[in-house]
């Protein structure tokens, strides 16, 4: 699933494509589960005319700003991805939802699993307002992870993929923000030390800052690896240091990186960075 820096890099992609400033003529929703709300007819009804104002980034929502006070909010879930195309450019099978721009160019969605949903509204925060703060923001300070991770007795893992709590991360940042911090995915929250709080903090936003610096983190050739716009890849996945690094060296000590289960996530640590003397924990 595309985490902060993949849909940051879309975004910026976005913004920087003439669609912006482009006008809805047409819309064909091929698969009508993508379209979450309102009702496929009403979605192509309202839609249809609407002109684009900006692409920003919300959590890993990709919120579109259109005119008349609507928003149109897009998760992609596990596969999506966002195709910008000549109006005469071929199709393929996984392109659920066709947006005709200015009768010229196509925003399309595409998405092999089918999990990725739109939102077209006029009330985006009743969505957004249920995610926890940016990791990227100004108010986002060491000070107040500490308070958030003192009020809550969770592992510290599931703790941070919980969007609720901190918003777009997912399990490559967090294995990386974790590394970074030597904290073991394990650890429960209320248990870090302000020392702990203020590395982990820094360490989050340097592993989404490199993140985005680098369009986001590309594995494999799968079908649910991301690729930005028109299939762009990301150029960070050379520079993870444990996450899938299974049985090579950690960077910083020459320890042997495993693979462990936290939460029925598979999570990279190295045990001599990332310490744990807690109940064990099953490695595959």
């Not at 006008?23 to 005319?49: C, D, H, Y």
Request: net charge positive; glycine share 8%; with cysteine.
């Amino acid at each position: 699933m595309p985490e902060l820096p993949e849909v940051q890099t879309i975004v910026d992609h976005l913004n920087r494509q003439p669609i912006v400033g482009g006008t809805v003529t047409a819309v064909r929703v091929n698969w009508p589960k993508t379209v979450a709300q309102p009702s496929v007819e009403q979605f192509r009804a309202t839609l249809t005319g609407q002109t684009i104002r900006k692409f920003s980034r919300r959590g890993k929502f990709i919120v579109c700003e259109l005119s008349a006070g609507l928003t149109l909010l897009i998760h992609l879930r596990m596969s999506g991805r966002l195709n910008w195309v000549a109006r005469n450019a071929a199709r393929n099978k996984h392109e659920h939802v066709i947006l005709e721009i200015s009768h010229e160019n196509e925003l399309r969605f595409q998405d092999t699993r089918k999990f990725g949903r739109m939102f077209l509204t006029e009330a985006p925060q009743a969505i957004l307002d249920r995610l926890g703060p940016e990791p990227l923001s100004a108010g986002f300070t060491g000070k107040h992870l500490q308070t958030m991770l003192k009020h809550t007795r969770r592992q510290i893992k599931p703790l941070l993929l919980d969007q609720r709590f901190l918003a777009g991360l997912g399990n490559i940042y967090v294995d990386e923000a974790l590394w970074a911090a030597g904290i073991h995915p394990l650890r429960i929250s209320s248990s870090l030390s302000e020392k702990d709080a203020t590395t982990l903090h820094r360490a989050i936003r340097q592993v989404l800052r490199k993140g985005i610096r680098n369009m986001g983190t590309s594995l494999g050739k799968g079908q649910g690896n991301f690729t930005s716009v028109n299939n762009r890849p990301g150029r960070n996945a050379e520079r993870l240091n444990v996450f899938r690094q299974v049985g090579k060296a950690c960077p910083r000590c020459g320890t042997t990186i495993i693979r462990i289960v936290v939460a029925q996530r598979s999570s990279h640590v190295c045990i001599k960075c990332q310490p744990f003397t807690g109940t064990a924990w099953k490695t595959r």
